[in-house]
């Protein structure tokens, strides 16, 4: 509804079968009074369900939509105007016209319980009186010109040209060696596995990346498991969702039994501990074990932990400038004292892997590092 009295430029196929067919048989908004359905078994009744809803009709009385008609799907005839309608609503969307909507009446014989032949003939007898078949809106909405908002470029919404006027660095010259980077965090919540992600997304972002952040959590924010998807790309990216990341930042054993094996092959593991279970099958990946909650917690607080583990993804990967960590951090954390022990906590991370997992991979000959 919104869509239409904004008069988006798209085109809205509404297909109106009187029942929800795919999920088994439920009464829909559009289902016709004395319909049985296996939500109402005694059929639509008004005075208990209300009236099945004509959706046409409510958007012609719209002043935005700039083409509405219904259509049937009853005989030869009625499909060659469907076929027609359909057409056009696609080449008002091509040429940006405005907002379209075809409601399409569709026999279902499935749930319906009839065969094609009589799901049919029961369109055109049952559902066309009920919803008559006609054009209702087909014109150009008239929109004057002053009220269109003033367009302005990315960089200048960004403001960018000033901040580099002020001297003021809107990206560090880091050479990205990957086409695509793929990042898994989990954790409970509370241990800044969001945030983490967050923090990562805006750093890609002002390296000039594109960047997609996907959240998830349980109904317990606190001490309920949480995961995000992090994507860094020097392309558009098609989907957030990640099923086999390059990278997962395991924050609790929990997470690593759930999402280990979902590694890429040849992919990276960060594990928040100083040695992975004894029962858990290694996965086809490098595992980094660093013991980030207690690194943080000498730092002076446990809640770095994230970022302890931050620093060691960008020294082991060098996905991202640590300078650009540091200037996301500057702009994100307003108290000084958390903002130095944030610094300390992404240089251990850092050294770690620098000082500890490098030295220790030499006298690994699987490439597993401990």
């Known amino acids: ?103 399409i009446l569709s026999p279902c014989p499935t749930i319906w319980g009839k065969d094609p032949v009589e799901a049919r003939r029961w369109v055109y007898e049952k559902m066309v009186p009920a919803f008559p078949l006609n054009v209702f809106r087909d014109r150009k909405p008239e929109i004057p010109a002053n009220t269109l908002p003033p367009q302005r470029s990315v960089p200048e919404v960004l403001e960018l040209a000033k901040a580099e006027s002020a001297g003021i660095s809107t990206g560090p010259k880091h050479a990205h060696h990957f086409r695509e980077m793929s990042i898994k965090v989990a954790g409970f919540g509370g241990q800044g596995v969001l945030l983490l992600g967050q923090l990562l997304t805006e750093m890609g972002m002002d390296e000039g990346l594109e960047v997609s952040w996907l959240p998830s959590y349980g109904p317990e924010m606190r001490s309920g498991s949480a995961h995000c998807h992090v994507c860094l790309s020097k392309e558009r990216i098609g989907s957030p969702l990640i099923s086999h990341p390059d990278v997962l930042i395991a924050m609790n054993e929990i997470s690593l039994r759930k999402f280990a094996s979902q590694v890429a092959p040849g992919g990276l593991v960060l594990y928040n501990c100083d040695s992975l279970p004894a029962d858990l099958a290694l996965p086809e990946a490098r595992v980094v074990c660093i013991p980030a909650s207690e690194i943080a917690d000498k730092l002076g607080s446990a809640k770095a932990a994230n970022i302890v583990l931050m620093g060691a993804l960008l020294e082991e990967t060098e996905c991202l400038a640590p300078e650009t960590a540091i200037r996301v951090l500057r702009d994100k954390v307003k108290n000084a004292g958390l903002l130095e022990i944030d610094r300390k906590a992404l240089e251990a991370g850092r050294q770690f892997v620098d000082n500890q997992v490098r030295v220790g991979a030499l006298s690994q000959p699987d490439g597993f590092a401990y």
Do not use: C
């Not at 935005?64 to 008002?92: H, Q, T």
């Open 1 to 103: 509804m919104h869509a239409a009295n904004r008069g988006e430029k798209i085109a809205v196929f509404f297909v109106n079968n009187g029942i929800y067919g795919m999920t088994g048989g439920q009464m829909a908004p559009t289902t016709l009074v004395g319909q049985k359905t296996t939500t109402s078994p005694w059929g639509r009744r008004p005075v208990n369900e209300g009236f099945p809803l004509h959706m046409s009709e409510l958007l012609a009385t719209l002043e935005a939509p700039v083409y509405i008609e219904r259509v049937a799907l009853s005989d030869n005839k009625n499909i060659m105007k469907a076929r027609r309608a359909i057409r056009k609503a696609l080449e008002i969307q091509r040429e940006g016209a405005g907002f379209s909507f075809v409601e």
